[in-house]
């Protein structure tokens, strides 16, 4: 396969974990026969620096004509402080969901063996886990009106949806359950907001068409506790914008592997990979950030292709590395820690 | 003191716990020389039964002209299966809430010694813990115009603040850190919505005002994971009405107690208290659940009329039930339970 993907490396540790992921790619690209074309482009705080704004209409080209986009973090302490300044970081990443038409994220949250003491929540409460949330990117209260009024005094945000938005992510959700366990989990507010109700009435229709997956309905509070009540017992859970983004964030902190978890941002055209952990601006240039997220997430780039024993290949070498203690420092537990750029070159050997 | 209490037990267990709950304050009346008059009044399911709505206004009535609220738990099965059911228990929460003007809830979260190893958390993880969220709960999207369009094909919600809401639950978030380790964290999620910009802003500026408060700005994300992973590294938190629907209850498994916890929902004029706990119908009658956490909303009742010795008193006699083992089947851990009865009738002994 001829593959073209844009390279979004980022800020902080961003350029060092998408250097590995690189790597990994490339002797995987090797090894099973394909060709991958590397476009890299500016994004985040480099982009700001460069351009003037964080998802520059270069890029924007690079990402439209790609076949996927890997992407590394954005965001960096001098733009921190103030998050009304009129160029931040986020807004580009809020831009490029938009324009790329990213609807779906995919966030699995799954225990590694070797680390499951490194999870916040005791052993039997965290072992087997293995969920994944579909969360809703480009509408809601994310992209809804928002403004001002009383000169300044009184603030507000519209959250919208449309049923065809609902129903363009839950069927990747009915999708996604029928090649896991086929239960599914919608979850919602809707005993208050109106955009709850709709979402429910449409899942709840949807559900004729896929008569072997057991749905059920959530609140998203009873969901903020049973997560850490008991996270083994959810599968597939679908959400909007803003309940995905609390609730995944909190997923992925229980299984103490946060540091490993890729994710995925599925659009029409064009899907974006990249880790779920943030560009750790003082870990800059040490040789020292974990890259096994961003190779993960190139893991789900190459599954998303198809390609699942390329996919799987990478897996199986992360889970080797992992029992051979070829990890970096946040995961050497006073053993021998390796940098980000050897255990790079170990995946690459190892894949 | 002469206390008018309006007392709404509501469903399920409601009931059962509040009964506990003015066993024990008549306790503490007789000891220390006060006169309580109880106020009954229909609530949730069951006013919907008797007189068709959830809230009547024979029991605003009762509430508007009552020193104080004492309110047990509201919903019940019959109610749960459609949540656009024009008349659902939550509703007649939501207008309550509204008509009283209860514009702040207080959500302690705390540990007991003897109850650690019940926390889903590792016990490093959890000791110590002691934060209280302070929740904006008569604004927001709850509250904001909500509709559908297109046919119902599109729905809205709409999520309003003004600077004086957001001052007045501040104000309270402030002056409850004065009395505490005098750290304040604001929620918000201000790299998104307008609405949490107005919030920040209106924080920041009112920082001068209590110059010994060290404020904190963190993002809701942010939040739902550093309470898993750090919980005890909180301890005032004030926050928007439906991030602190989530992160309240996402606080109230952490600790384990969850059956023990009290709430109070302050409004400028009357104020209510209730377990945080719901209605758990499948325990109705049996006279097994735990009265506990009815009784401290109690605690905090008195309290909240400066009746600190009487509020003092009442945890004193919760602690030592708990050192005793005078508990019901939630926290027996195998040994003997108590009734809910049993229960109050020794607190009630012990006060
Ligand atoms: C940076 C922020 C705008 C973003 C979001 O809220 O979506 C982030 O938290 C995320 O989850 O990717
Ligand atoms: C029942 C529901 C409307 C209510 C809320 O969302 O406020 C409940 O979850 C709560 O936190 O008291």
Redesign the interface.
């Known amino acids: 396969m001829k593959l073209n993907i844009a390279l979004l490396a980022g800020d902080g540790i961003g350029p060092e974990v998408i250097n590995e992921a690189v790597k990994v790619s490339d002797a995987i690209a090797k090894k099973f026969g394909h060709e991958i074309t590397w476009k890299p482009a500016l994004t985040g705080a480099a982009a700001i620096d460069a351009v003037g704004e964080p998802y520059p209409d270069a890029t924007h080209e690079v990402c439209k004509n790609a076949d996927a986009v890997l992407f590394g973090a954005i965001g960096h302490p001098k733009y921190d402080n103030d998050?009304?300044a009129p160029v931040?970081p986020?807004q580009g990443l809020?831009k490029m969901r938009k324009a790329l038409g990213l609807f779906a994220n995919v966030r699995p949250t799954f225990t590694f063996p070797s680390l499951l003491d490194k999870s916040?929540?005791?052993r039997e409460?965290i072992e087997g886990t293995d969920l994944v949330f579909l969360r809703e990117l480009t509408g809601g209260?994310?992209f809804?009106e928002?403004?001002?009024k009383?000169n300044?005094?009184?603030?507000?945000?519209?959250?919208?949806?449309?049923?065809?938005e609902v129903q363009r992510l839950a069927k990747k959700g009915f999708e996604l359950a029928m090649t896991r366990s086929k239960k599914l989990c919608c979850v919602d507010?809707?005993?208050?907001?109106?955009?709850?109700?709709?979402w429910?009435?449409t899942v709840q229709a949807m559900e004729k068409d896929y008569p072997e997956v057991e749905v059920s309905y959530e609140f998203?509070?009873?969901v903020?506790?049973r997560?850490?009540?008991w996270p083994n017992s959810y599968d597939v859970l679908i959400t909007e914008n803003?309940?995905g983004?609390?609730?995944t964030?909190?997923a992925?902190?229980?299984s103490g592997s946060m540091g490993l978890m890729p994710s995925a941002s599925m659009g029409a055209e064009v899907s974006l990979f990249e880790p779920i952990h943030g560009s750790y601006p003082q870990a800059t240039g040490l040789n020292i950030a974990n890259p096994m997220a961003t190779i993960l997430s190139a893991a789900m780039m190459f599954e998303n292709f198809g390609l699942m024993e390329e996919g799987k290949a990478i897996r199986d070498a992360v889970n080797k590395a992992l029992e051979a203690g070829v990890v970096t420092e946040d995961l050497a537990n006073g053993g021998k820690a390796y940098g980000t750029k050897e255990v790079g070159d170990w995946l690459a050997a190892n894949v």
């Open positions: 998050p009304s931040r986020e809020l916040p929540l005791k409460r209260i994310y809804g928002k403004g001002r009383d300044g005094d009184t603030a507000y945000d519209n959250c919208v949806y449309t049923r065809a507010k809707a005993n208050v907001l109106e955009t709850s109700r709709l429910r009435e998203v509070d009873a903020a506790m997560l850490v009540q803003l309940f983004d609390i609730l964030d909190e992925s902190v229980i």
